[in-house]
């Protein structure tokens, strides 16, 4: 590695390119060819990443699992080992995540980096377009950027608006299985928290069959059109979503208000389940690949709008309930989601129009 470049050439090496500065600085940054920079990584390894995104289902299947066991912890041991289990299993998941999961996101690597070479060759290194500003500057701007992508972009305000109306329609329904099967058709606690399984094999069913073949589509669709891809390719596999989820919660909503035999009402959620993930994944995955450079922003400005609306509209779900019934109760969600059904058909039609007139640089 020679120190002897003039001011402003460059020097590509094996592991990093770096330039001299004014200031004498050597600047880090990935070269075209480097395997370790995620913007480089083969298919075969980004597809298994996307893959990863799939376990988004974990977060649902706690609402699914949880009740089920702890009803039988409550039952059968009490409620301080509910809290036990869950310390046990959060510390031993910490520390497989330790052991296991490998750094991939580039600034960190770049940062590891820089400091493996300040150490081997001395001085100081600095790394290409690092953002140098106070730490409480770039967390105050880190807090905003969600909000602004969420009202200044359409589609992400539309997805997470479609997002949130599913979050609070399951946990609205979650927290009245009680209330319905306990109430309406005589169940006890422990069968009242297996019917939480429904969803749950929908959910898997989804992650199983369906997530994966998000990236099938996309490689045929990009392949289709010599090779170039658009982030709407991620949208087709949306519309299966868009179709299960207006008509479960249809199904589900009569289906309980004139009492039908309880596996009817069940079979309903598995269908709800596995349109909920559908949606989720490949609105996930679009959010990456139309927000690359924000994409973690993106993905944090749906997450807290649905999780406020989840939190919220169950508080008023019973009253609903009581005063129209489950049938038009439910009903109320099933319209709603069937309003924004339409949406994966009209981003993949006019999304590339839509993210050149809102693009954004923050």
Request: glycine share 8%; proline share 5%.
């Amino acid at each position: 590695m020679s120190d002897g470049t003039a001011n402003g050439a460059h020097e590509r090496t094996g592991l990093l390119s770096f330039t001299e500065d004014d200031h004498s600085r050597k600047i880090i940054d990935f070269t075209d060819w480097d395997v370790e920079d995620p913007r480089n990584w083969p298919k075969s390894r980004k597809l298994t990443n996307v893959g990863i995104i799939a376990l988004m289902a974990g977060p649902l299947l706690g609402p699914t699992i949880g009740p089920l066991l702890g009803g039988l912890i409550v039952q059968h041991l009490s409620w301080r080992w509910v809290f036990w289990f869950l310390t046990i299993i959060c510390t031993i998941n910490t520390i497989l995540g330790f052991i296991f999961l490998k750094e991939s996101y580039a600034p960190t690597i770049l940062e590891s980096r820089k400091q493996k070479y300040e150490e081997t060759e001395g001085g100081k290194f600095r790394i290409a377009n690092q953002d140098d500003r106070p730490f409480w500057t770039k967390l105050g701007s880190s807090m905003q950027r969600p909000l602004k992508i969420l009202f200044t972009q359409p589609i992400v305000l539309t997805m997470a608006i479609w997002q949130a109306i599913l979050f609070g329609t399951t946990y609205s329904l979650y927290t009245n299985f009680e209330a319905i099967y306990g109430g309406l058709y005589g169940f006890s606690t422990t069968q009242v928290g297996l019917v939480y399984l429904g969803p749950g094999l929908g959910f898997f069913i989804c992650v199983w069959f369906i997530v994966p073949k998000i990236d099938t589509v996309y490689n045929h669709l990009s392949e289709k059109n010599d090779d170039e891809a658009k982030p709407e390719y991620r949208l087709p596999l949306a519309n299966i979503g868009a179709v299960l989820i207006p008509v479960s919660l249809f199904w589900f909503a009569w289906t309980v208000q004139y009492k039908v035999h309880w596996a009817v009402t069940v079979l309903s959620t598995v269908f709800f389940g596995l349109g909920q993930i559908t949606i989720l994944n490949t609105v996930q995955n679009y959010y990456i690949d139309s927000f690359a450079k924000y994409a973690a922003s993106a993905i944090a400005a749906g997450a807290v709008f649905r999780s406020i609306v989840g939190g919220i509209v169950p508080i008023f779900a019973p009253a609903i309930f009581d005063k129209v019934g489950y049938g038009w109760g439910v009903s109320v969600f099933a319209f709603l989601s069937l309003a924004l059904s339409p949406a994966p058909v009209l981003f993949y039609k006019f999304g590339g129009r839509i993210r050149e007139r809102f693009a954004i640089e923050l």
